[in-house]
């Protein structure tokens, strides 16, 4: 977990990570649930905020890389099923601390309906088929 701590506090490194981690190549927003909307951003916005406000470190047990404002945002740690035979990475992530530093760093805001909201870039990207 050191040298993944170390490896991921290059930004271009930690970019690249996060999207393996969260998107396939040809998706172009992050959108979170929350009290019956969907909050759409553009997905670039959202790599930046982060690189930018997000520190790497690791826990105090060296267990685990943690992705942290002043709070711990997302965690990275390794788990094994249960005969050892099959590594993978886990990432849980508070939605909560997430939305709220995004909604504070990306706007304008513009609700499209009552339960689908666009912000930044997001509001002249994102297009409705008929």
Same mark, same amino acid.
Request: glycine share 2%; aromatic share 14%.
């Given at each position: +977990?050191?040298?993944?701590?170390?490896?991921?506090?290059?930004?271009?490194?930690?970019?690249?990570?996060?999207?393996?981690?969260?998107?396939?190549?040809? &998706?172009?927003?992050? &959108?979170? $649930?929350?009290?019956?909307?969907?909050?759409?951003?553009?997905?670039?916005?959202? =790599?930046? &905020?982060?690189?930018?406000?997000?520190?790497?470190?690791?826990?105090?047990?060296?267990?685990?890389?943690?992705?942290?404002?002043? &709070?711990?945002?997302?965690?990275?740690?390794?788990?094994?099923?249960?005969?050892?035979? $099959?590594?993978?990475?886990? +990432?849980? +992530?508070?939605?909560?601390?997430?939305?709220?530093? /995004?909604?504070?760093?990306?706007?304008?805001?513009?609700?499209?309906?009552?339960?689908? =909201? /666009? $912000?930044?870039?997001?509001?002249?990207? $994102?297009?409705?088929?008929?």
């Amino acid at each position: +977990m050191i040298r993944l701590k170390d490896f991921l506090i290059d930004d271009e490194n930690r970019s690249k990570f996060l999207e393996r981690a969260f998107f396939d190549r040809k &998706v172009q927003f992050f &959108v979170i $649930y929350d009290d019956d909307i969907f909050h759409i951003f553009d997905k670039d916005e959202v =790599w930046n &905020v982060l690189i930018k406000n997000l520190k790497v470190e690791n826990s105090s047990s060296n267990q685990k890389v943690v992705f942290k404002t002043d &709070v711990i945002c997302a965690e990275i740690e390794m788990r094994t099923t249960d005969d050892g035979k $099959y590594p993978t990475i886990f +990432m849980p +992530m508070s939605k909560r601390i997430l939305f709220d530093l /995004l909604t504070q760093n990306i706007k304008p805001k513009k609700e499209l309906t009552n339960f689908l =909201w /666009l $912000y930044g870039n997001a509001i002249k990207k $994102y297009k409705i088929k008929e």
